[in-house]
C-alpha cells in the first residue's frame, strides 16, 4: 500500500511540476527582455536535461562510462545546421533526422566500443568522439571548421516562448520513453548487465547486443538534444562535439544522482542555473566555475554519493522516523 501511495505522489508531482514548466514562459514573458533571458536559459535547462538523461540510460542504468556522448550531441546539432543552412529544409524535418543520423553514428562506434569494458569502453569512446571533433575541426568546406555554421534559419512561429514550449513537449515525449525503456524487461537486463556481467552471460543475455542497442538509443536521443540546441543558438560549432561536453552530462548525472531518472534533469538543470547565477552576480565568478564545480563534485561524492536525489530521499526518511 505503501509503494502505491509513493507511486501516486511521484505521478501528482510530476503532473504539478509539468504544469508549472507549461506556465512559467507565459509569467516570464510579462518582464521584458529579462524575461526572454530566462525563458531563453529555461529553455537550455529543458535541452541539457534530455542530454543529461540520454547519457544516463548508458551510464547510470548500463553501468558504462561513455566520455564520447557529445558526438551524438554534436552530430545532432550539425545534422540541423547543415539540412536547414544549405539544404533548405524546414526545421521539423531537420529535428527528425538528426537523431536518425545520431543513432545511426551511434551503432557504427557502438559496434567496436562495446566489444570492451571498463576503462577500455571509457577510453575508446573518448577517441572516437575527439575522432569527429577533429574532423568537423578540420574539413572547413563541410561543417565551417572552428567557425562552424552560423545563420540557422528560424521559422517566423518560434519565438522564444513557442520553441520553449517545442522543447518542453519533446522533452517530456523522449521522457516518457526513456522510462518506459528503462522500466521494461529491456531496462531490467540492462541493470542486470551492470549489476553482474557474469551473471547476465550465464541466464542466456547477449550482453554484447544489449549494450549496443543501449548504446544506440542513448545516441539517439542526444541527437534530438543537439538538434534542438543548435536550433536555440542559430548555430552549431565544434565545441558540441568536443569531450567536455560529455563531462558536463556526466556532472549532472553525479549531482542529480545517476541511479535516479529524474536525477541526471534535476543535476543538469542546477548546474546551468548556478553558472547562470554566478555570471550575473560577478563575471569573475564565471572564470574559477572549474574550481567551484570541483568542489560540488567533491561535496557529493563525499556526503551524498547518491546524488540530490538520494539526499532527499534520505532527509525524507529520517524525517518520517
Same mark, same amino acid.
Request: hydrophobic share 55%.
Given at each position: ?44 535547462? @529543458? @535541452? ?11 551510464? +547510470?542504468? +548500463?553501468?558504462?562510462?561513455?566520455? +564520447? ?18 539544404a533548405g ?89 526513456m522510462r ?26 547477449? /550482453? ?46 553525479? /549531482? ?29 565568478? /564565471?572564470?574559477?566555475?572549474?574550481i567551484i ?29
Amino acid at each position: 500500500m505503501d509503494k502505491l501511495q509513493q507511486v501516486n505522489k511521484n505521478w501528482i508531482f510530476g503532473a504539478a511540476t509539468v504544469a508549472l514548466l507549461f506556465i512559467l514562459p507565459f509569467v516570464l514573458a510579462r518582464f521584458g527582455t529579462t524575461g526572454e533571458f530566462w525563458i531563453w536559459v529555461t529553455t537550455e535547462m @529543458i @535541452i541539457m536535461a534530455l542530454f543529461a538523461t540520454s547519457l544516463n540510460l548508458i551510464l +547510470g542504468f +548500463g553501468g558504462m562510462v561513455s566520455f +564520447g556522448h557529445a558526438a551524438f550531441f554534436g552530430v545532432g546539432a550539425y545534422t540541423v545546421a547543415l539540412l536547414m543552412k544549405k539544404a533548405g529544409v524546414s526545421l521539423i524535418l531537420a529535428l527528425i533526422a538528426a537523431p536518425c543520423v545520431a543513432g545511426l553514428t551511434a551503432a557504427i562506434i557502438g559496434w567496436f566500443c562495446v566489444r570492451l569494458i571498463g576503462l577500455y569502453f571509457a577510453i575508446l569512446t573518448l577517441a572516437f568522439g575527439q575522432l569527429l571533433y577533429m574532423i568537423a575541426f578540420q574539413w572547413y568546406t563541410f561543417t565551417g571548421g572552428d567557425d562552424g555554421i552560423h545563420g540557422i534559419p528560424k521559422p517566423d512561429f518560434l519565438g522564444p516562448t513557442n520553441y520553449y514550449l517545442l522543447c518542453l513537449v519533446v522533452f517530456i515525449a523522449c521522457f516518457l520513453v526513456m522510462r518506459m525503456i528503462v522500466n521494461s524487461s529491456f531496462g531490467l537486463s540492462i541493470r542486470l548487465t551492470r549489476e553482474n556481467l557474469d551473471r547476465a552471460k550465464f541466464i542466456g543475455i547477449n /550482453v554484447r547486443r544489449y549494450q549496443l542497442i543501449n548504446f544506440i538509443m542513448a545516441g539517439f536521443f542526444a541527437g534530438i538534444a543537439g538538434g534542438l540546441f543548435a536550433e536555440l543558438n542559430r548555430f552549431a560549432q565544434t565545441e558540441f562535439l568536443h569531450w567536455s561536453r560529455s563531462g558536463d552530462a556526466i556532472f549532472a548525472c553525479l /549531482v542529480g544522482g545517476m541511479y535516479s531518472f529524474v536525477g541526471p534533469a534535476i543535476g543538469s538543470s542546477v548546474l546551468i542555473f548556478l553558472h547562470i547565477v554566478l555570471q550575473q552576480i560577478h563575471q569573475s565568478l /564565471v572564470e574559477i566555475w572549474a574550481i567551484i564545480l570541483g568542489f560540488i563534485l567533491l561535496g557529493m561524492v563525499l556526503f551524498a554519493p547518491e546524488g540530490l536525489v538520494g539526499l532527499y530521499g534520505k532527509i525524507t526518511r529520517k524525517l518520517k522516523t
